[in-house]
């Protein structure tokens, strides 16, 4: 076992393996209430996204949204929102989480070009601040700590 692994797993982190795509992302397996799905982990994302069109599979509650969303050479997104969501990543689990709903055609669009698989969603650092998350990039492993309750 190596020594980061072992340091974290003490420090109760729970580890989940990443696997890098093609287009250099990395793709991460998540439930979202209960439901399996595919994510990419984005650091640089605000918050956590679920594409329109998964609305139904997560059994998502939304509403509208005045906040609109962006990304690198994008213009503003209409949004609508999910609130007092759970997820769990692994052993990692989350209660009471936000996700922010969009229209994923996009980003699916360039994944799939791209010859890789596309997504339903994003994990981003609002999940991963919660968890206090640490990322091994030369291990392809993120890990996440609980949190107390």
């Given at each position: 076992?190596d020594?980061?692994r072992?340091?974290?797993t003490?420090k109760?982190?729970h580890?989940?393996?990443?696997k890098?795509?093609i287009?250099?992302h990395f793709?991460i397996?998540a439930?979202?209430?209960?439901?399996?799905?595919?994510?990419?982990?984005?650091?640089?994302a605000?918050g956590?996204?679920?594409?329109f069109?998964?609305?139904?599979?997560f059994?998502?509650?939304?509403e509208?949204?005045?906040?609109?969303?962006?990304?690198a050479?994008?213009?503003e997104?209409d949004?609508?929102i999910?609130?007092k969501?759970?997820?769990n990543?692994?052993?990692?689990?989350?209660?009471?989480?936000p996700?922010?709903?969009?229209?994923l055609?996009?980003?699916?669009t360039?994944?799939?070009?791209?010859?890789?698989n596309?997504?339903?969603?994003?994990?981003?650092a609002?999940?991963?601040?919660k968890?206090k998350a640490?990322?091994?990039y030369?291990?392809k492993?993120l890990?996440l700590?609980?949190?107390?309750?």
């Amino acid at each position: 076992m190596d020594d980061l692994r072992e340091f974290l797993t003490q420090k109760g982190y729970h580890r989940i393996k990443l696997k890098k795509t093609i287009t250099n992302h990395f793709e991460i397996k998540a439930k979202i209430n209960d439901v399996k799905g595919n994510f990419i982990l984005d650091t640089g994302a605000s918050g956590s996204c679920i594409g329109f069109d998964d609305i139904e599979t997560f059994k998502l509650n939304s509403e509208a949204s005045e906040h609109k969303a962006s990304g690198a050479g994008n213009s503003e997104i209409d949004t609508q929102i999910a609130k007092k969501n759970k997820i769990n990543i692994g052993k990692f689990k989350l209660d009471k989480v936000p996700l922010i709903l969009f229209d994923l055609n996009h980003i699916n669009t360039a994944l799939v070009s791209h010859d890789a698989n596309p997504v339903q969603g994003i994990i981003g650092a609002d999940i991963l601040h919660k968890g206090k998350a640490i990322i091994d990039y030369g291990k392809k492993y993120l890990y996440l700590l609980s949190q107390k309750k």
